[in-house]
């Protein structure tokens, strides 16, 4: 695996691949891996020929200073698991490099629309700026012909589509399945730091997310909402949604519709916020 850590070294080294006409894959992430974003490398090296990692903790993504701070980061072990997945590129760039002017610049406004006015976007005001702007940096370094990302971040994923199109990007977005622990917690950079009690309090998410799966239709989804977030808050989670959204566009549902739909949660622990998501429907 070759480790870049400057957009015009990585640019020219891709440069070459590209002209001897590989295919190449692009998997970005703040790092502190898990077997979710080794899912997507896997993802990767099946549909292309080269194989790129990021790894940078955006800061223009974390509207909550103390998140940033605490952001797990594991390089070593990344680096190690990166290079068994078979990775080609690992690019690993400073603040500085991604934000020559500094993070706190002024950066261009995408206009995501109404899809960032809820859920995420609601709660974290300007994150999906950040995401926006980070994402459309790393596209033009790597400029990949495929990009890999989770399905854990359904919003984040819309979000990265409708950058595709605002920018005109020929790259084609794979969303790739949510991995879970064997209860079911969905795998999360973030779950790293829960405690051993938060981590058996944090399976509710996913419980809830399925029980509110299986009673889809049997009552309006009002009641099915108020019950999920009682069920979270008698765990022990102080919840911030319970939705059910068009798959589509993200509209909110009272009630189920054809189509594919989700229903979404974000709600924390102690000072850890964890999010998770399940599709209904096609
Ligand atoms: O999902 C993530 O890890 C980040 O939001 C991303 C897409 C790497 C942008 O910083």
């Not at 997945?85 to 690993?92: C, E, S």
């Not at 984040?156 to 605002?166: A, G, H, P, W, Y």
């Not at 999360?188 to 051993?196: A, D, G, H, K, Q």
């Not at 944090?202 to 299986?214: C, F, G, P, Y």
Request: proline share 6%.
């Amino acid at each position: 695996m070759y480790l870049f850590k400057r957009v015009a070294d990585l640019g020219q080294a891709l440069g070459q691949e590209k002209k001897a006409g590989k295919r190449i894959g692009f998997a970005p992430t703040m790092g502190a891996l898990h077997q979710g974003h080794i899912s997507l490398i896997q993802s990767a090296k099946q549909e292309t020929d080269i194989v790129v990692a990021s790894i940078f903790v955006n800061p223009t993504q974390f509207n909550d200073p103390k998140d940033f701070e605490k952001y797990p980061s594991t390089l070593e072990q990344d680096i190690l698991l990166l290079t068994a997945a078979g990775v080609d590129y690992l690019f690993l760039p400073s603040v500085a490099e991604m934000y020559p002017a500094g993070p706190d610049a002024e950066h261009p406004h995408y206009d995501f629309g109404y899809i960032e006015s809820v859920l995420e976007g609601a709660y974290r005001p300007n994150h999906f700026q950040g995401v926006g702007i980070i994402v459309h940096k790393l596209l033009e370094a790597v400029r990949p012909d495929d990009l890999f990302m989770g399905q854990k971040d359904f919003q984040q994923c819309m979000i990265v589509k409708r950058l595709l199109e605002i920018t005109g990007s020929s790259t084609q977005l794979h969303i790739c399945p949510t991995l879970r622990e064997a209860d079911g917690l969905a795998m999360s950079s973030r779950n790293m730091r829960l405690t051993p009690g938060q981590r058996a309090t944090a399976v509710e998410i996913s419980r809830t997310l399925q029980w509110v799966k299986d009673n889809l239709g049997t009552r309006p989804f009002s009641g099915l909402r108020a019950e999920g977030l009682a069920r979270l808050e008698d765990a022990g989670f102080a919840p911030d949604y319970l939705e059910l959204a068009s798959g589509n566009d993200l509209r909110l549902l009272d009630a189920p519709e054809d189509g594919p739909m989700a229903i979404l949660v974000a709600a924390r622990l102690g000072d850890i916020r964890l999010i998770d998501n399940m599709t209904v429907g096609s």
